[in-house]
């Protein structure tokens, strides 16, 4: 199971975002500190150790996601203010390569994309509170969501 969870970083210490998470934690809402953690079952894909400018990371996230839709079978991008690369390729069957640094694992696709968007809804319905710009990116996840229903067909 595919598990992905946005935090904050508030001060010193990481505050997991949902439903309930006070928007005034943070401190400036053009440098959004923070992480995305990702696992597959007891595996971590991502941790808070890769922690970087968490709302550019869910763009650059969004974007790849999008590229492999959209046809393209390998995507990569840096993390925004670290020298770390993650990369995505899709392979045969139903699985999708994932690349953070020089680690790789391999996850179902069906079921990242769908933890990966679930997660993105609750990350940008935290960040509209304080952001309406944040509300184009619901937006891109809400497309992305009609891509994966076509591309699963």
Request: hydrophobic content about 45%.
């Amino acid at each position: 199971m595919i598990t992905i969870t946005t935090y904050i970083l508030h001060e010193d210490s990481f505050v997991k975002v949902d439903s309930n998470t006070d928007v005034g934690l943070i401190a400036d809402r053009f440098y959004i500190e923070g992480a995305i953690r990702m696992w597959n079952g007891t595996e971590e894909i991502l941790g808070l150790e890769q922690w970087d400018l968490v709302d550019q990371l869910w763009s650059y996230l969004l974007d790849g996601m999008e590229e492999l839709l959209d046809g393209k079978g390998e995507t990569s991008f840096s993390f925004p203010d670290q020298p770390l690369e993650m990369a995505f390729k899709m392979v045969k069957g139903n699985g999708l390569l994932i690349r953070v640094g020089t680690r790789k694992y391999i996850v179902d696709q069906k079921e990242f994309f769908s933890a990966l968007l679930s997660a993105a809804e609750v990350f940008y319905g935290f960040l509209v509170q304080c952001d309406a710009s944040a509300l184009m990116q619901g937006d891109k996840v809400r497309l992305i969501k009609n891509k994966v229903l076509e591309f699963q067909e």
